[in-house]
């Protein structure tokens, strides 16, 4: 069966180069794996269209259904893993991603680091109107969803060594 890893966490925790380098680790293994930036395929300019009154937002319902369409890609490829990074806030936001890998063992990996070097990662990524505040805040709002809890303080390589090994994948 495949897999899928989906990585979330507050915003500058490094979830995009945590899936990178797991990416890598698994290709250079000779895994068929695939790679995901959920941002990515939700940023979408022009007007919002009206989305259904599921309590997901617009940004959501594209994230869903481009990993849907980017999974059935990758598996028509071949691909036996799926690493993707991106907001899974809520209970009803990792059914719907999980709904979107159909016949995929899926895990859910938080990351978490420290503000400070949450504030130094972003400070010339983030435009002005971004607020470390407000988003440490929101992160605090995110609902328990995990399978497991990873502290990204370090070297992206130990950290994506670490995820492998707690969801049992090769090359943890």
């Known amino acids: 069966m495949p ?21 890598g680790v698994l290709t250079g293994a000779g895994h068929t794996t695939g790679v995901l930036d ?15 009154d599921s309590g997901l937002r617009f940004s959501d319902h594209l ?10 890609t990758y598996r028509a490829a071949g691909a ?10 809520s209970a009803q936001l990792r059914d719907a991603y999980t709904a979107a890998l159909p016949d995929c063992a899926v895990q859910v990996v938080r990351i978490v680091t420290a503000p400070e070097l ?16 407000t988003a440490l805040a929101f992160a605090e709002t995110h609902q328990p ?8 303080d370090g070297e992206v390589a ?3 060594a670490e995820i492998l090994r707690l969801v049992g994948w090769p090359g943890g």
Request: glycine letters at 10%.
């Open 145 to 152: 969803i995990e399978d497991f809890v990873v502290r990204n």
């Open 118 to 133: 949450i504030d130094a990662r972003t400070r010339t990524t983030r435009g002005p109107e971004w607020d470390l505040a």
């Open 80 to 89: 036996e893993f799926l690493i993707a990074s991106g907001p899974v806030f």
């Open 38 to 52: 959920l941002d990515a395929v939700a940023q979408f300019g022009g007007p919002r269209r009206r989305t259904p």
């Open 63 to 72: 994230r869903i259904d481009n990993l849907a369409a980017v999974w059935r």
């Open 3 to 23: 897999r899928a890893l989906l990585l979330t966490g507050g915003s500058g925790v490094g979830k995009t180069t945590t899936a990178q380098a797991i990416g």
């Open 158 to 160: 130990d950290t994506a």
